[in-house]
C-alpha cells in the first residue's frame, strides 16, 4: 500500500526565515510525485510534478526536490502570503490516482 | 475559462437525507476524481472515473454513489448510510494518457449535517 507522509504537521516562519518541508513516500514504482498549494477553504493548486531521483524545479521562492525516498519543498526568504497548506500527493504503479499526505500547514509572520 | 466547477460551495443535509454535490470540468480530460478532506488527514479518495459510464471505488466509497453519463460531469451522491458526511469534498480530473500527470482541483464543497 502507497504511504505518504509529511513533516513537520505544522511550521510558523518570520518573514524571510527559510526552510524546508518534507514529504517520505513508500510506494512501488513511483510515476510522480506533486506538490499542491491549498488556501483555507479553497480547492488545492498545482505547485510541481518530480519524476526521478535528482530532479529540482522551481517557481518564485519555492524550490522542490526529489530523492528516492523523500522529497523537500524549500521555501527561500518567505513571505506572509506563502501561508496555506503545503499538500504532497504521489502516483505509483498502475494506479492513476494520487495518494495524498496530510499535509504541512505554513504560517509566515510579517 | 477552462477549469473545473464544483456547485454548491455550502451544502447542508439532514438526518436520511440524500444529497448530490455537481462536479462540472471543460478541460476535457478522460479521468475525473472525488476526494474527501477532514482537518488533519489530508485528502481521501472516495471514487474516480477513467472513462465515461465506468468508475472504480476509492479508499471510502462506503455511503456513497456516482455517475460518469458524460465526460464533462461527475457528480457525487452522499447517502444516508454514509453515517459521518460532515466534510469538505473535493473533485478533480486530469489527462487520461500518461501516467505523472497532475490532477487538477475545484473550489470544493463544504457539507454539513443539521
Known amino acids: 500500500e502507497d504511504q505518504v507522509t509529511q513533516s513537520p504537521e505544522a511550521l510558523r516562519l518570520q518573514e524571510g526565515e527559510s526552510s524546508s518541508l518534507n514529504c517520505s513516500y513508500t510506494?512501488?514504482?513511483?510515476?510522480?510525485l506533486f506538490w499542491y498549494r491549498q488556501d483555507p477553504g479553497k480547492g488545492p493548486e498545482f505547485l510541481f510534478t518530480l519524476y526521478s531521483a535528482g530532479e529540482e524545479k522551481e517557481k518564485e521562492r519555492l524550490k522542490a526536490t526529489l530523492t528516492k525516498k523523500e522529497s523537500f519543498l524549500h521555501i527561500t526568504a518567505p513571505k506572509p502570503e506563502d501561508s496555506a497548506t503545503y499538500l504532497c500527493a504521489v502516483q505509483a504503479g498502475s494506479a492513476r490516482q494520487l495518494t495524498f499526505g496530510s499535509g504541512t500547514q505554513l504560517t509566515v509572520l510579517p | 475559462d477552462g477549469g473545473i466547477t464544483q456547485s454548491p460551495k455550502y451544502l447542508f443535509r439532514k438526518e436520511g437525507q440524500n444529497v448530490t454535490l455537481s462536479c462540472e470540468q471543460n478541460?476535457?480530460?478522460?479521468?475525473m476524481y472525488w476526494y474527501r478532506q477532514d482537518p488533519g488527514q489530508g485528502l481521501r479518495l472516495i471514487y474516480y472515473?477513467?472513462?465515461?459510464?465506468?468508475?472504480q471505488k476509492g479508499d471510502i466509497a462506503e455511503g456513497y454513489s456516482v455517475s460518469r453519463e458524460k465526460k464533462e460531469s461527475f457528480p457525487l451522491t452522499v447517502t444516508s448510510a454514509q453515517k459521518n458526511p460532515t466534510a469538505f469534498y473535493l473533485c478533480a480530473s486530469s489527462n487520461q494518457g500518461e501516467f505523472g500527470t497532475e490532477a487538477f482541483f475545484g473550489q470544493g464543497t463544504r457539507l454539513t449535517v443539521v
Open positions: 472515473s477513467q472513462i465515461v459510464n465506468d468508475f
Open positions: 510506494v512501488s514504482g513511483l510515476r510522480g
Open positions: 478541460l476535457n480530460h478522460d479521468a
